[in-house]
């Protein structure tokens, strides 16, 4: 309603003001009758050149046709400098085949007429009966009151019919009229050379402005260079961003500049569909969301959805007139311009510019144009990262998403739920006893129930939860919740899975259960990695350790169980799973093992009893722990078994610390009694692993050294 009222007011003005100038113009006609015709001829072809080729100031275009009516006023008469600028501007749309209004062609001329008639009253008084003398100071008086009453008249005119739109900023007046003043000063030469010469030879005298056309076309062809090179220095920019969505904000944020659309909107494709279809991908600004609405059904419907079809541009400069229903049209906007993004004979989505006002874009359609061309590479370049990307984020055996896109999607959720102080929850799963599938039915059995396990934690997650493989057996979940809403959540899925059956070549694999642990931001911790380290220590003290096939939220208590042994002080298992897992996700693929078994503790047990045992263990810890480094990880694999994990170590130095804890360990003697001495006999297994992705993989070739180790040391003690 509102902009029907605006486009009322605005062509009522254009008309009226068109009318008027027109009119001002036929009042002059007896008088040009009776100029030289080829002078007027002459002047009204450099006039139409000079028009021809204009200048962008902002939302408008100038041009240096300024130079023509104060001189040509002063020097041929007003009917002249009325007619040259009324001619002008009726003829040059149609030689640049501009599509315009006819209003506003019609406002343009007038406009033009009423500033000059304008002009010339107000620079009488100071003429007089005076004849033109470049040697009379009153002379360039006149000729600058002239310019600027001109200019400050058309730019007036202007404005107001930008108010009348709703378009009028204040800011633009500077910008228009420090244009206009450059504009001046380069016809300011121009136009007194012909006030000079016109007196004594009036024929040859409207040469002079021959250069100025050429600087014109100099001036426009600069500006529109400018642009291009913006729209060069966009894309350049662009060419390191893969997010689709940047790009297509970027892009919208650009086209709005470049045309002065009031809103600018992005399509793309969506990739793998037979036919296309379009989704929005960026909207500038983002309240033009409601006018747009880009979420409708009927998208496609229209003028953009035949611009679409068809894959070629489209301008509608009225969409009034366009012979379109309600439905159609686009929203308040009358004028629509679509620029269909393609590569390879491929779409692969749309710039489309939008204005209130009809025929807004006709001087402006090509730089949107190179726009779309110049991003149609950046899409296609953006797709094919994202899928290279998602073939490295994906696990092969569940289809899930793997740790390496968890960390980075738990980093970005953290960060998020930070900034907009929401809640947000990391969910550990750990299928329990999932080893006995792998021992009974072979491993492909256990890769089914993982995959059974893992298209059924994301049906009932929900869309807005993320759900990927942990590691191993393990499954990561994130959820935009607080803690209480997502243990409810987590529940569901525990549930389910404890009913859950598998199929797998005939035989139903069924009694599987979860234990799960849960930590939220901001309760539970403030980071990402702390809270995936709470979320672990509940899954395997809250749930795993207490009878599995339970649910269990972060508690403090978890902590020191988390990450130290109790008995030895060692790291435990749990904890350097963890801190493997980070390592490989930073790119660490080359890894030392050293495995550690005491032969026979169970005897040191049954003869001098578990406290003796204990205590055993634990100055055993020391003198191992003595012998590595800060970066060493060194853990309580299990009962009587030692891990040391040295991320990056060349045999050498593998070599070189095996060798030393393992001269330190033969060398310790535990005192049992003040008579009493016990020597503890160990066997160790060192390797180097090379190219872990995984730290499944990792942990399996651990297994298989402890594994090892155990049939040497049952054979030398058969």
Not at 260 to 270: C, W
Not at 438 to 462: F, I, P, Q, R
Not at 467 to 484: C, K, M, N, S, T
């Amino acid at each position: 309603m509102v902009e029907g009222i605006r486009l009322h007011r605005a062509t009522v003005y254009e008309w009226m003001v068109g009318l008027i100038g027109l009119g001002i113009a036929v009042y002059y006609l007896p008088s040009l009758v009776h100029q030289n015709v080829l002078v007027t001829l002459f002047l009204f072809v450099l006039a139409i050149l000079l028009e021809v080729f204009p200048v962008p100031l902002g939302k408008v275009y100038s041009s240096l046709l300024i130079a023509m009516p104060v001189a040509v006023s002063m020097t041929y008469g007003t009917a002249e400098a009325i007619w040259l600028m009324v001619v002008a501007e009726l003829v040059f749309p149609s030689l640049r085949r501009a599509t315009m209004k006819l209003s506003v062609r019609i406002f343009n001329a007038g406009q033009y007429a009423v500033s000059v008639w304008v002009m010339v009253l107000l620079m009488q008084p100071f003429a007089g009966d005076r004849a033109v003398a470049l040697n009379d100071w009153q002379t360039y008086l006149q000729v600058l009151l002239g310019f600027a009453c001109f200019a400050l008249v058309n730019h007036a005119l202007i404005h107001f019919l930008q108010f009348l739109w709703g378009q009028f900023d204040p800011r633009d007046i500077l910008h228009l009229l420090t244009g206009e003043g450059i504009n001046i000063l380069i016809a300011l030469p121009f136009a007194l050379l012909l006030m000079a010469i016109a007196p004594f030879h009036p024929l040859v005298a409207p040469s002079v402005l021959v250069p100025i056309v050429l600087l014109g076309q100099t001036i426009g062809l600069h500006q529109r260079t400018n642009l291009m090179q913006q729209i060069y220095r966009v894309t350049g920019q662009l060419t390191s961003e893969f997010d689709l969505d940047r790009i297509s904000q970027s892009v919208a944020e650009t086209a709005a500049k470049l045309t002065y659309a009031e809103a600018v909107m992005v399509l793309l494709t969506e990739p793998g569909t037979e036919s296309p279809v379009f989704l929005p991908s960026a909207v500038h600004p983002l309240e033009e969301t409601a006018n747009l609405n880009p979420f409708r059904e009927n998208l496609a419907a229209g003028v953009v959805g035949q611009a679409l079809l068809q894959a070629e541009y489209s301008y509608v400069p009225d969409l009034h007139k366009a012979g379109l229903t309600q439905e159609e049209r686009e929203g308040p906007y009358l004028s629509v311009a679509v620029f269909p993004m393609r590569s390879r004979q491929r779409v692969l989505g749309a710039l489309i510019c939008y204005s209130p006002r009809p025929y807004a874009f006709g001087e402006m359609l090509n730089l949107p144009q190179t726009l779309a061309n110049q991003v149609s590479v950046l899409i296609e370049n953006a797709r094919l990262y994202q899928a290279l990307q998602e073939q490295t984020w994906r696990d092969g055996a569940t289809g899930l998403h793997n740790y390496r896109f968890f960390y980075e999607a738990l980093a970005h959720h953290v960060e998020q739920a930070s900034r907009k102080q929401e809640a947000v929850s990391v969910v550990v799963v750990d299928v329990d006893y999932f080893k006995k599938f792998n021992d009974t039915y072979g491993h492909l059995a256990g890769d089914a129930v993982l995959h059974s396990l893992g298209k059924l934690m994301v049906e009932v997650a929900g869309p807005k939860a993320t759900v990927a493989r942990y590691g191993g057996e393990e499954f990561g979940l994130i959820f935009p919740l607080d803690a209480q809403e997502t243990y409810a959540q987590v529940e569901q899925i525990r549930t389910a899975v404890s009913h859950h059956v598998v199929e797998y070549e005939g035989y139903q694999l069924q009694g599987i259960t979860v234990s799960i642990g849960i930590a939220s931001y901001p309760e539970h911790g403030q980071s990402d990695r702390d809270l995936l380290l709470k979320a672990d220590s509940a899954m395997y003290w809250g749930a795993k350790q207490r009878g599995r096939n339970h649910t269990a939220l972060y508690s403090p208590e978890f902590d020191a169980q988390l990450f130290v042994d109790e008995l030895t002080g060692l790291y435990t298992y749990h904890f350097i799973n963890i801190r493997a897992r980070e390592e490989i996700a930073r790119g660490v693929q080359q890894w030392g093992v050293v495995c550690l078994n005491v032969d026979r503790f169970s005897h040191v047990n049954e003869i001098f009893g578990f406290s003796v045992g204990d205590r055993a263990l634990r100055e055993l810890s020391l003198v191992i722990k003595e012998g590595v480094r800060h970066t060493e990880l060194t853990s309580r694999f299990a009962g009587d078994e030692f891990l040391v994990l040295l991320p990056n170590t060349t045999h050498a130095e593998l070599d070189l610390i095996a060798d030393r804890i393992m001269k330190a360990v033969s060398l310790r003697r535990f005192d049992v009694t003040s008579t009493v001495t016990l020597s503890l006999r160990t066997r160790h297994s060192s390797a180097v692993l090379t190219d872990i992705r995984d730290v499944t993989r990792l942990f399996d070739q651990v297994g298989r050294l402890f594994a090892e180790l155990h049939r040497v040391s049952g054979e030398s003690l058969a």
